[in-house]
């Protein structure tokens, strides 16, 4: 008896899930928070649509194009993350992976297909509407959906306050003479070399000569502050700038039905304080960052074929930090120093700006309050 129920369930059991395969149908599954293709490429379907390609940093050649010859540094499009990271020099996310697949370079070549219920196909994004295309059974796809409530979870922000602290020092050295004396039928003398605020002063004085002789050195302190702010998701870059674009013109000539014509495209070179960051929420709640702080100043003029253009030079320095929420951290050693120097026969006047950068950047963790 026992043999003959046997196979009976052996033969139904392929009937039955022949049935439940004949009620495969197609859905379209809303997404509120994470990105369909994102979801799409953790199923497997992206690197199943497409060969896969070596690591990025075996792809990167900075500068250097398809013929061999250094190509002009192309304008990146600030607006799209991946070119914001990989214009700041932060890491690229998907050179850090190591997961248990065994791959080490990169995340797994096929993405989780084994997160699909049942005999359930990878789902098709649906970037225009932020959807899924499943298609499975109806048990299946409800249990999709419950999968996919892991995902579709609504992203933590996190502000960045950025204070910009620039501390001055100013050193003032000056010396000069004046005299006034008779020479003969003439009288004559000089006057302005003097610092009129001389600390030292010393003259000389007889019949026919007045000499006076002063020195006078220097030193104030003050600082200048300047804060901004920028909110960004979590893991997702962000860029403050403070400062100003220094204008200048390149010209373009064309030649259009035998006329040569020379038309001026205005350009412009940043200078002040860029400031990168990429925060990363964690449990506990602190934020990992990495920062990267650029300071760039404006030193003069090139001049080229089609005008002058201004030169600057840019201090750096980065780092990978963990802050508590809502404390700062404070980021120094970006020093700047400029000097000028007024001389004349009998006097001279040396001033001395040095100054020191300090960023303090503090992130806040706002939590969703908004519930699915």
Same mark, same amino acid.
């Given at each position: 008896m026992a043999i003959i129920v046997g196979i009976v369930l052996g033969i139904c059991a392929p009937?039955?899930?022949?049935?439940?395969?004949?009620?495969?149908?197609?859905?379209?599954?809303?997404?509120?928070?994470?990105?369909?293709r994102d979801v799409a490429r953790a199923f497997g379907l992206a690197a199943r649509a497409r060969p896969q390609r070596p690591p990025v940093a075996a792809r990167r050649r900075p500068g250097i194009g398809p013929s061999g010859l250094v190509r002009p540094e192309a304008k990146p499009d600030l607006s799209r993350p991946s070119?914001?990271?990989?214009?700041?020099?932060?890491?690229?996310?998907?050179?850090?992976? !190591?997961?248990?697949?065994?791959?080490?370079d990169g995340p797994p070549?096929?993405?989780?297909?084994?997160?699909?219920?049942?005999?359930?196909?990878?789902?098709?994004?649906?970037?225009?509407?932020?959807?899924?295309l499943v298609t499975g059974t109806?048990?299946?796809?409800?249990?999709?959906?419950?999968?996919?409530?892991?995902?579709?979870?609504?992203?933590?922000?996190?502000?960045?306050?950025?204070?910009?602290?620039?501390?001055?020092?100013?050193?003032?050295?000056?010396?000069?003479?004046?005299?006034?004396?008779?020479?003969?039928?003439?009288?004559?003398?000089t006057s302005g070399n003097v610092p009129p605020d001389a600390n030292i002063a010393l003259r000389f004085a007889r019949a026919d000569l007045a000499a006076v002789f002063g020195a006078m050195q220097r030193e104030t302190r003050g600082s200048e502050r300047v804060g901004a702010e920028v909110m960004t998701l979590n893991g997702q870059p962000g860029l403050i700038r403070v400062g100003q674009s220094v204008p200048y013109f390149l010209p373009q000539t064309a030649v259009t039905y035998g006329a040569v014509t020379? !038309?001026?495209?205005?350009?412009?070179?940043?200078?002040?304080?860029?400031?990168?960051?990429?925060?990363?929420? !964690?449990?506990?709640? &602190?934020v990992s960052m990495w920062i990267r702080v650029s300071l760039i100043d404006e030193t003069g003029t090139v001049l080229g074929p089609g005008g002058a253009v201004p030169t600057t030079k840019q201090t750096l320095t980065s780092a990978l930090i963990r802050v508590p929420d809502?404390?700062?951290?404070?980021?120094?050693?970006?020093?700047?120093?400029? !000097?000028?120097? &007024?001389?004349?026969?009998?006097?001279?006047?040396?001033?001395?700006?040095?100054?020191?950068?300090?960023?303090?950047?503090?992130?806040?963790?706002?939590?969703?309050?908004?519930?699915?």
């Open positions: 009937l039955q899930a022949a049935e439940q395969r004949d009620n495969v149908r197609h859905e379209r599954i809303y997404l509120l928070h994470a990105d369909a070119q914001l990271v990989a214009w700041a020099g932060f890491p690229d996310p998907r050179e850090q992976y !190591n997961g248990p697949t065994g791959a080490p070549p096929f993405g989780w297909p084994d997160l699909l219920p049942g005999e359930m196909k990878p789902p098709i994004p649906i970037p225009g509407h932020n959807a899924l109806p048990a299946e796809i409800d249990a999709f959906r419950e999968i996919l409530r892991l995902f579709d979870v609504p992203p933590t922000q996190v502000r960045i306050r950025a204070d910009i602290v620039n501390v001055l020092t100013r050193i003032e050295k000056a010396l000069g003479l004046d005299f006034t004396g008779t020479f003969g039928p003439m009288r004559g003398g020379t !038309n001026y495209i205005p350009f412009s070179a940043f200078v002040g304080v860029e400031l990168y960051v990429t925060p990363r929420v !964690n449990a506990d709640d &602190t809502g404390q700062s951290v404070c980021i120094a050693g970006l020093p700047r120093r400029q !000097n000028s120097t &007024t001389t004349s026969p009998l006097g001279t006047r040396q001033i001395i700006d040095d100054s020191e950068l300090l960023v303090f950047v503090t992130p806040t963790i706002l939590r969703p309050t908004t519930k699915r």
